[in-house]
């Protein structure tokens, strides 16, 4: 005890001996530890996506895949009579469960005048069967979930819809009104995790919509109709995936043209293969956290390289302390642990600070990530053990090293103090571990570099329309009443919007040019071959349309302002995937498409449907107001906050039972990209903390070799030495070192980012520019931090520095 007390005694007093050098070690380390704690707590949180299910490792997902004219088409969609028939199929199913999820719905709940209060719940109802609870079990607080939704208008609701719209947690028998049904509640079940990529608050009953279900085709899929199921135990998957292509073809026995197949999809994949998608509209691929994994590390071995090279370069002036030490009989054994013990004291300090400042960032990070990441060590004993791991592995890696270095200097040399600074392996270990530090530097700026110019490349890339200054409100269709009152009742609505102040444009369509819902389906020449079908997108879409979202027509003309389908227009890649090198050749030639055989009339420029991500695909355009979901309006910005109240005012008494809301189109489309956007500004966060570790380390370095070369300055400038001469003297070495990094990041990061920007179809070329900037920006920060030492020494007194040594 007495030996640990001493050694406590003896590392204080050397930190405060040697204050510049520790509180630089203190700020690096504490720094690197925090983002790492950060990095890990986000890392966590993605990777325990519904780990806590009880069955996580027997629960599967069909999914869709097809080969189209842009290559592999997959969809977590599936037919709606698939669920049925796979139930029957497959006896290796414990249970089966067919999901249609409503996003951005509206529940109304009755008031006792007659009214309703409006709920828009942009997540969470799904129409489902009872079976989901014991697929994705919910704790039951009152009632019979399991049995909750046999029966038609029925309702399981979560405790917090409860409360919000009833204002108490006991409401079975209370009612809800969902797409014109009542619905009755028979149980409340416990709210869902955060980390779950089925976030169910409203469980409607599937036997409701039944009958609409039935009527659906095996070549009819929307992507929020699911199918699950639990695997029986000790069954084996391989056997459902070998008999899914004779199951498709038993139940869908027509031409498969776009070689269609089901396959299953395991639960604890659902959070990160972006191909499908989830519930959640938002998928994390494992290569993003494998990086910034890789980035939290990286950040831990910067710190500690400050360490090592601090302690190695301070290691001269502690010779005569080891020597003293030595002599009195102190074994290496005792220095060692005397060493490791300041370099452990100093680390379990900057842990303190970490764990103080990470919690100060989640107060950023969270709102910004729209999260709610917390770290707590007596519920998480991953995070607990994380950290300690994080203690004993810095203070091993930062210290180990120094220990032996200084404790294997022998007596006679010590007291002498007769080592080579320059010639030591202490100098050339220091070297390396620059080096390392200047290729982590580079590597994550030209990454980072990458990632910003890919972003505002999307931000920039003309999209083939007019997306600004248009707002999108939904048309709803009253199914009480015929496609003629309907299509009144849309067009008056439009009528009155336009005649509006500031209102320069609108078109009713199903959805805007780009847009996260399309529709797929087939189309063919007429006169072709059945095997010659081939994959397209539909838009329904008004006249009005083309002129809104400036659409350019390349030939033919546009449709007629009709209620139903009569013609057709088309973009350039179906002409190009049909075979016409011409575009105008296909005008006058009659498609089939959507059950309807109708003539081209016009042929227009190549536009953008969904993310950049993905190819442009073959797109049919025409009328169809019974389709028709949204209503897209042009405003002139300086008449937008005028105008805004007057349409809300007509929309509402319009669709009185209705929530009104609009969206900006430019703010929707930038949506695609919200998850890279978030990616590259933590990424630009964690790569300016690393250089500013390594700066750190770097000045300490540099003020410890110039306080050991003051005489030799001060020599210098008596003889007549320039003040640039003396700093180009510091500087380069340094700029050696950095152009030694540079070497093995440049192919390290053009690899990584080549392999990155491979996943979308549109992107950025990786030019000498970008490395060229990576390559300047570590030389200017190097040299900033190296220069100020350097100037500052050079700029003093030459007397000074002699009469001191």
């Not at 405790?159 to 009542?182: C, P, Q, R, T, W």
């Not at 976030?199 to 992507?223: A, H």
């Not at 300090?349 to 770290?375: D, M, R, Y």
């Amino acid at each position: 005890m007495d030996m640990l007390k001493n050694y406590f005694l003896t590392a204080l007093r050397t930190i405060v001996r040697q204050k510049h050098t520790s509180i630089i070690n203190l700020l690096g380390l504490t720094l690197g530890i925090a983002a790492s704690i950060l990095l890990f707590l986000l890392i966590q949180y993605h990777v325990s996506f519904d780990a806590f299910n009880p069955n996580y490792d027997r629960v599967y997902r069909v999914v869709t895949t097809s080969e189209g004219s842009n290559g592999t088409f997959t969809t977590s969609g599936v037919p709606a009579p698939l669920a049925s028939a796979f139930r029957i199929d497959f006896p290796q199913a414990e249970e089966v469960v067919f999901t249609q999820y409503q996003a951005g719905a509206l529940v109304l709940v009755p008031q006792k005048n007659e009214e309703f209060k409006k709920y828009e719940e942009e997540k969470g109802v799904v129409y489902t069967e009872a079976g989901i609870f014991k697929i994705f079990p919910r704790d039951v607080i009152m009632g019979d979930a399991p049995k909750g939704l046999d029966e038609p208008n029925e309702a399981v609701i979560s405790i917090s819809l409860a409360k919000k719209y009833f204002n108490k947690e006991d409401v079975i028998g209370e009612s809800i009104v969902f797409a014109e049904k009542e619905f009755k509640i028979s149980a409340v079940v416990a709210d869902p995790p955060k980390n779950t990529d089925l976030p169910f608050t409203l469980y409607l009953s599937i036997e409701t919509i039944k009958k609409e279900i039935e009527e659906k085709s095996w070549g009819s899929i929307w992507s929020d109709e699911h199918c699950y199921f639990l695997l029986k135990e000790n069954e084996d998957i391989k056997s459902v995936t070998d008999n899914l292509p004779a199951f498709r073809t038993k139940h869908n026995p027509g031409e498969n043209y776009d070689n269609q197949t089901f396959i299953p999809q395991p639960l604890a994949t659902l959070h990160f293969d972006d191909r499908f998608g989830n519930y959640n509209y938002n998928t994390v691929g494992k290569e993003s956290l494998l990086a910034l994994a890789i980035v939290a590390f990286f950040l831990i071995v910067t710190a500690s390289i400050n360490f090592i090279n601090l302690t190695t370069a301070e290691a001269v002036k502690r010779s005569k302390e080891v020597g003293i030490r030595k002599t009195l009989g102190s074994s290496k054994t005792q220095l060692v642990f005397q060493f490791l013990g300041e370099s452990s004291f100093i680390t379990v300090v900057s842990t303190v600070l970490a764990l103080g400042i990470a919690q100060i960032a989640l107060t950023f990070l969270n709102p910004f990530l729209e999260l709610e990441l917390a770290f707590t060590f007596s519920t998480n004993l991953a995070f607990t053990v994380f950290v300690l791991s994080i203690v004993v592995f810095v203070s091993l890696l930062s210290g180990l090293y120094p220990a032996f270095y200084i404790s294997s200097f022998s007596p006679a040399s010590a007291l002498k103090n007769t080592f080579g600074n320059k010639n030591s392996s202490g100098f050339v270990l220091r070297k390396g571990l620059v080096v390392t530090q200047f290729f982590i530097s580079q590597f994550l700026i030209i990454g980072t570099l990458v990632l910003i110019n890919q972003m505002n490349y999307f931000k920039s890339k003309d999209l083939g329309f007019k997306k600004d200054a248009i707002i999108t409100l939904p048309v709803f269709r009253d199914k009480n009443s015929s496609d003629t009152a309907q299509t009144s009742v849309m067009r008056t609505l439009a009528h009155r919007i336009s005649e509006i102040s500031g209102v320069e444009n609108y078109s009713l369509c199903n959805t805007p040019p780009s847009s996260g819902a399309v529709n797929g389906t087939s189309f063919l020449l007429e006169g072709e071959s059945d095997d010659k079908r081939k994959e397209t997108q539909v838009k329904t879409v008004d006249d009005k349309y083309m002129s809104l979202f400036n659409l350019k027509l390349i030939a033919g003309g546009n449709i007629d302002d009709l209620d139903t389908p009569r013609s057709v227009i088309v973009n350039k890649k179906l002409t190009e995937i049909a075979g016409f090198t011409n575009p105008a050749e296909i005008i006058g030639k009659r498609i089939n498409t959507w059950g309807f055989t109708l003539p081209v009339v016009g042929v227009v420029e190549n536009f953008h449907t969904t993310s950049l991500g993905s190819e442009i695909e073959p797109t049919v355009l025409f009328n169809m107001k019974r389709n028709y979901r949204t209503l897209s309006i042009q405003i002139h910005p300086q008449s937008f906050q005028q105008a805004l109240p007057q349409i809300q005012k007509i929309w509402e008494e319009t669709y009185p039972k209705e929530l009104f809301s609009y969206r900006f189109l430019d703010e929707s489309i930038r949506e695609f990209y919200e998850s890279e956007e978030r990616t590259s500004i933590l990424l630009s966060i964690f790569t300016t903390l690393a250089i500013v570790i390594g700066c750190l380390g770097l000045f300490g370095l540099a003020t410890f070799m110039i306080n050991q070369k003051n005489k030799e300055i001060g020599v210098r400038k008596v003889l007549g030495a320039s003040v640039e001469g003396i700093v180009f003297m510091f500087s380069k070495e340094y700029v050696k070192l950095i152009g030694i990094g540079f070497t093995l990041a440049a192919p390290a990061s053009w690899y990584i980012m080549n392999k990155w920007l491979d996943t979308f179809a549109y992107k950025i070329e990786l030019g000498p520019v970008i490395f060229a900037v990576g390559f300047g920006i570590t030389l200017l920060i190097a040299c900033i931090t190296v220069g100020y030492k350097s100037f500052k020494a050079a700029n003093a007194n030459p007397v000074k520095s002699l009469r001191y040594e």
